[in-house]
């Protein structure tokens, strides 16, 4: 018997996890590192967390665009919406 398209097709994983790389000074570094070991968890995983929460969060959404002078009626910035106690944007 022979599968269909759909069968045989790779399904794409919804948690499927993506590489971001960053660059920073050694001080952050520091820090961020005796961070995730006093959390006993890895930099990966603080990593991960804090960007969960920043980009989750409409006050930094907010901030941030703020610091790059992204003017309010700018047609590329967000405004950060709460529904059903989920951020939307």
Known sequence: MKKSREEDERKERTDKKER??????????????????ACNISESEL???????????????????????IPDNDPFRIIP???NGRLTY
Do not use: C
């Open 81 to 83: 919406v709460i529904e």
């Open 47 to 69: 990593g991960s967390k804090m960007l969960t929460y920043l980009v989750n969060n409409p006050d930094f959404v907010r901030w941030i665009q703020d610091q790059y002078e």
């Open 20 to 37: 971001i790389q960053i660059h920073t000074i050694s001080d952050t570094k520091t820090k961020f590192n005796r961070i995730a070991r």
